[in-house]
């Protein structure tokens, strides 16, 4: 495969970007004609910290002729404009100022190619003159849709829910297998983890599929510009030689990069006192598989002083290269790594929530009847300091927990509202698709699992949200079935690009149009044995057995052997049990099955019914056989019977 990527001795590259946040001498609030209100625009190093809540938390209006109609959301937005007023209120004395940028000293060409060095079907585009749009592409780790533009009572998300109010949120969207690695390789290449094979979080994309062509790939094949800030593709797996184009900025003078996850003195010392304490409990297996540090961190500090918020800036000064010194359409990929696990967020992300008010799951407990293999024991979490080993969490940690999470939603909405606001400070809203996407959903104590990995709707349903600058219909919410692998061949649809043929997803571009119209049977995810795995969906490693997860992981195989039986067998259910799960408009179906054997009977089944049972309580294959068949044999027509 060729590879598109230049040497970075070879490029002009300069990586110390300064940043427009430095080069206004002061804070100023804009009165933009392209916006309906205000907004703080420009920053210098100096005012960060004095400025940080207006430039975080100030509503960033959108132009009026992206505004919907829908009232009940618009209501919702109402409220927290009037929030966002009184935060800025109580920051008086902040001055106005133009957002009109100085020359961007500093800031050189960070192109790696050539457009003759993209390959076939090269485009070439202007920014002012070209039709093709440009993408802004948001990535989440670890998010469910607790948002409030999703109905969360308690989240507080300003800008992602008038993203919503003035796009198309889809209500039943889900990921192919609900952990990282595998969701984004299915999303990024538009094949599902049947057909790439990546099911674990420790393996390549590139060993597995060398040669297939991925989202971005196909966009610079097309004449587009591709950077990406942040997480995109799984950690070590972010396939710089063929998916991007760009180098992003990689350094804001003058602001410092984060040195590591804390920021906290105190639990920066707590992490490597833990993790020296693990080593000499457990030697060598404690370094594989163990985490052991603060699951959380509340701290008062500026947005950037966390990699997200530096991200951040890093994205908005990315973009404005692109614009300023392209001549191709930008795909800009920025992606959260909160709120993924350690929960750590600015102080005033966790102050707007009173821990009180915080609601828990609403049910607790495993399903009745569900598969003892289709629950796993909370491992990810039970790594960090400070959680029990085994056994509930208790409801005074469980709530600090969602509220650290909550804090984290809050933080990374925040960076989205300016990565938006810097599209218009850039002049290309009006041609800029944006879709903002979580890779899976998250157990904050549902089912009795704090955690994802597993195959139910908490941990396979994801936020997804899509704006485009023509849309016809805005502020609406589709309830069709949609799936993370359908995002690729929208884009291509929507960007007026062909289709690679290899694509296993759907565009759901024709719902942007008319929302509700009849759609797809079902979708589909896959994830394997979550009870006898680790929580990156590896095989459990002798270091997890040869630890403190010792004694829970024979509690959980007991479980196991007592509901199969004699179908138990330990190599089976931990190396080749993979649990095949379908949603349709009413039900979900697991199956569970010999992933060598896909022809055979499954192991197990489960049914759970949406129309009276939305939280998945309760298994009911068992009392509904003739239900059971039916929806199996849709499962085995697989995806291409259900477009
Ligand atoms: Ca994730």
């Not at 989240?155 to 949120?169: I, R």
């Not at 609900?178 to 674990?200: D, K, N, Q, V, W």
């Not at 409990?281 to 966390?306: C, F, I, Q, T």
Request: hydrophobic share 35%.
């Amino acid at each position: 495969m060729q590879s598109f990527r230049t040497r970075r001795s070879d490029r002009k590259c300069c990586e110390a970007a300064e940043p427009r946040i430095n080069r206004l001498a002061d804070v100023d609030l804009v009165k933009d004609p392209r916006r309906t209100g205000t907004a703080i625009r420009s920053i210098t190093p100096q005012n960060l910290d004095a400025t940080k809540h207006s430039l975080d938390i100030a509503k960033l209006k959108i132009p009026d002729r992206f505004s919907s109609t829908h009232r009940a959301r618009q209501d919702n937005m109402e409220r927290l404009h009037f929030l966002s007023l009184l935060i800025l209120l109580g920051l008086a004395g902040q001055t106005p100022c133009s957002a009109q940028q100085a020359g961007r000293d500093g800031v050189s060409q960070g192109s790696r190619q050539s457009t003759e060095e993209t390959g076939a079907g090269v485009q070439t585009a202007n920014q002012s003159d070209t039709k093709q749009p440009n993408v802004l592409f948001i990535a989440i780790d670890d998010l469910r849709p607790e948002l409030g533009c999703y109905g969360s009572e308690i989240a507080v998300s300003p800008h992602l829910n008038e993203l919503a109010e003035t796009g198309l949120l889809f209500n039943r969207a889900y990921c192919q297998q609900a952990i990282c690695r595998p969701s984004r390789a299915s999303l990024m290449t538009g094949a599902r983890p049947e057909t790439t094979g990546l099911f674990h979080n420790y393996v390549s994309l590139r060993e597995l599929q060398p040669n297939i062509v991925t989202l971005p790939q196909h966009f610079i094949a097309n004449g587009y510009e591709t950077a990406y800030c942040g997480k995109i593709f799984h950690h070590g797996d972010e396939d710089e030689a063929h998916s991007w184009s760009r180098d992003p900025v990689k350094r804001i003078k003058g602001i410092e990069k984060p040195k590591g996850a804390f920021a906290l003195p105190e639990n920066i010392k707590a992490r490597n006192e833990d993790f020296q304490r693990m080593l000499s409990k457990y030697g060598e297996a404690a370094r594989r598989g163990l985490a052991s540090e603060p699951a959380y961190e509340s701290a008062d500090v500026p947005d950037h002083a966390y990699v997200d918020g530096y991200n951040t800036l890093l994205a908005i000064e990315t973009l404005h290269e692109m614009v300023e010194q392209g001549d191709k359409p930008f795909f800009l990929a920025m992606g959260f790594t909160k709120p993924h696990l350690n929960w750590i967020a600015p102080k005033k992300y966790w102050d707007l929530y009173d821990a009180d008010q915080i609601p828990m799951a609403l049910h607790a407990d495993a399903p009745r009847d569900g598969a003892a293999m289709g629950l796993h024991a909370s491992f990810e979490l039970r790594t960090r300091a400070g959680i029990p080993k085994s056994g509930p969490l208790g409801p005074e940690l469980s709530r600090t927990l969602k509220h650290a999470y909550l804090a984290c939603v809050s933080y990374v909405d925040a960076q989205i509202g300016k990565v938006i606001a810097a599209l218009d400070d850039a002049g290309v809203r009006d041609n800029t698709i944006i879709v903002v996407w979580g890779d899976h959903g998250w157990h904050l104590g549902d089912m009795g699992v704090w955690g994802k990995a597993t195959n139910y709707e908490i941990a396979t349903r994801v936020p997804l949200m899509i704006w485009t600058p023509d849309m016809k219909v805005r502020g609406e919410t589709s309830d069709a079935l949609v799936e993370l692998v359908d995002i690729y061949p929208t884009l291509c649809e929507l960007a007026g690009i062909s289709k690679p043929s290899h694509l296993e997803g759907h565009s759901f571009a024709p719902l942007l149009d008319d929302p509700h119209q009849s759609w797809k049977q079902a979708a589909f995810s896959q994830y394997p044995n979550p009870a006898l795995r680790e929580w990156a969906a590896n095989p459990l490693s002798p270091a997890m057995r040869e630890t403190w997860f010792g004694p829970l992981i024979q509690q959980v195989e007991q479980r196991i052997e007592k509901q199969q039986g004699t179908t138990w067998d330990r190599e089976l259910f931990e190396q080749h049990l993979m649990g095949y799960t379908m949603r349709t408009d009413r039900y979900r179906l697991v199956v569970w099955k010999d992933h060598r054997r896909p022809d055979a009977e499954p192991l197990f089944v489960e049914v759970y019914d949406h129309h009276s049972d939305p939280l998945e309580t309760e298994n009911i294959a068992s009392k509904n056989p003739g239900l059971t068949a039916e929806l199996i044999e849709q499962c085995n027509a697989g995806w291409e019977a259900a477009k």
